[in-house]
């Protein structure tokens, strides 16, 4: 079967798997954070090489400040419980997003997590933490902008690669599969530049919910799959 390099996760539907049990969406949250951790050992047993996951959103800001300050609560606990387990089981974290403007102890806590994991080659887990695809987009042009204007770039040599070299996944494969849960059906400015040939795989069931048997499921979607990337079909022409 053919598998992956890379998965990309939008992990949706947390509370609403808490509102359909009648409970607050802290506690969708903190079972969010357990179908994580399912997930990152599940994807650690196969050849998948690099996991990004979507865990907060630069638009989740406008959320209630009461359930904002419980997802930051989360992420920290996260790493605090996890680090070690993920470095010991050669786990290398990355963190893209914007982190201006951020609390210091969350940029020390991520920092101290890539840091601590640099060395490991069994799996990438990238965590997208504030992070919007359009505004990432916006970062790489800025740079893009003041390095044409001190002249240390011709705006004719500004191509694909040079502007993935600016986003903030350079050097990172572009996804394979992209999976999204809780049955919507978009991307919510998640990788748009990366996802441009991904194959997109939404699944019905809650994030919470997501289990080592809906990864098999999505990895069948995608070896059943036959990617083009805008080219030829393998007999005939892509209609």
């Known amino acids: 079967m053919t598998t992956p390099t890379h998965i990309a996760i939008i992990m949706d539907g947390n509370g609403r798997w808490a509102k359909a049990r009648g409970l607050p969406r802290l506690a969708g949250h903190r079972a969010?954070?357990?179908?994580?951790?399912?997930?990152?050992?599940a994807v650690s047993g196969t050849p998948v090489r690099w996991l990004t996951v979507y865990?907060?959103?630069?638009?989740?800001?406008?959320?209630?400040k009461s359930e904002v300050f419980d997802l930051m609560g989360l992420l920290k606990l996260y790493i605090r419980r996890d680090l070690a387990e993920l470095h010991?089981?050669?786990?290398?974290?990355?963190?893209?997003g914007d982190r201006d403007g951020l609390a210091k102890d969350i940029c020390a806590l991520l920092a101290e997590a890539e840091t601590l994991t640099r060395g490991n080659t069994v799996l990438n887990l990238v965590i997208?933490?504030?992070?919007?695809?359009?505004?990432?987009?916006?970062?790489?042009?800025?740079?893009?902008?003041?390095?044409?204007?001190?002249?240390d770039i011709d705006p004719e040599s500004i191509d694909e690669a040079v502007v993935s070299r600016h986003l903030d996944t350079a050097g990172m494969p572009d996804p394979d599969l992209l999976i999204r849960t809780s049955g919507e059906i978009r991307l919510s400015n998640f990788l748009?530049?990366?996802?441009?040939?991904?194959?997109?795989?939404?699944?019905p069931c809650y994030w919470p919910d997501f289990s080592a048997e809906h990864l098999d499921e999505a990895l069948r979607i995608y070896a059943a799959r036959e990617?083009?990337?805008?080219?030829?079909?393998?007999?005939?022409?892509?209609s």
């Open 32 to 41: 969010g954070v357990e179908a994580l951790r399912r997930t990152v050992r």
């Open 55 to 64: 865990a907060f959103s630069s638009e989740n800001w406008a959320r209630p």
């Open 88 to 96: 010991q089981s050669g786990v290398r974290v990355h963190v893209i």
């Open 128 to 151: 997208a933490f504030n992070y919007g695809g359009r505004d990432e987009i916006v970062r790489a042009m800025r740079e893009l902008a003041e390095s044409a204007r001190r002249g």
């Open 192 to 203: 748009p530049w990366q996802a441009a040939y991904s194959e997109l795989v939404f699944l």
């Open 227 to 238: 990617r083009r990337f805008g080219g030829l079909a393998a007999q005939g022409v892509a």
